[in-house]
């Protein structure tokens, strides 16, 4: 498969093995190939799906199993990103992790250190009007 899509996701070291089998369900299910690497020792895996991005409705199972992988990994009381950042991508996700006081701490902390909303505005907090 000529494109990767490479994934990054942190669950408590107690559940990796199930975080493991629920990659390998999710691929079978939208008919993907996905390698997993990662750092055991903190939990931290890395879905990998090989893939052809000029493939329409192969893309499309890829981001519905990417979701699935997301939501699995907070489920097991893990963590969206291990080491790779929320980003763009994620930044939907964000409020299933940290739900609504969560959210409103990390708008706080945005307003203190950046008054004026120059450093990356829209890119992990909605823009305000």
Request: aromatic content about 4%.
């Amino acid at each position: 498969r000529p494109t990767t899509v490479l994934e990054d996701a942190t669950v408590p070291r107690s559940r990796i093995v199930e975080m493991l089998a629920a990659i390998q369900e999710i691929a079978e299910r939208h008919r993907l190939l996905i390698g997993t690497f990662g750092h055991a020792g903190d939990g931290n895996l890395h879905p990998t799906i090989l893939t052809d991005e000029s493939d329409r409705e192969e893309m499309a199972r890829v981001h519905l199993a990417v979701e699935e992988i997301f939501a699995r990994a907070l489920a097991l009381g893990g963590t969206l990103s291990g080491e790779h950042g929320i980003g763009l991508a994620k930044k939907r996700f964000l409020p299933q992790e940290l739900g609504d006081a969560g959210m409103a701490a990390v708008g706080r902390i945005k307003k203190a250190l950046d008054p004026e909303n120059l450093f990356n505005p829209g890119k992990i907090l909605p823009e305000e009007d």
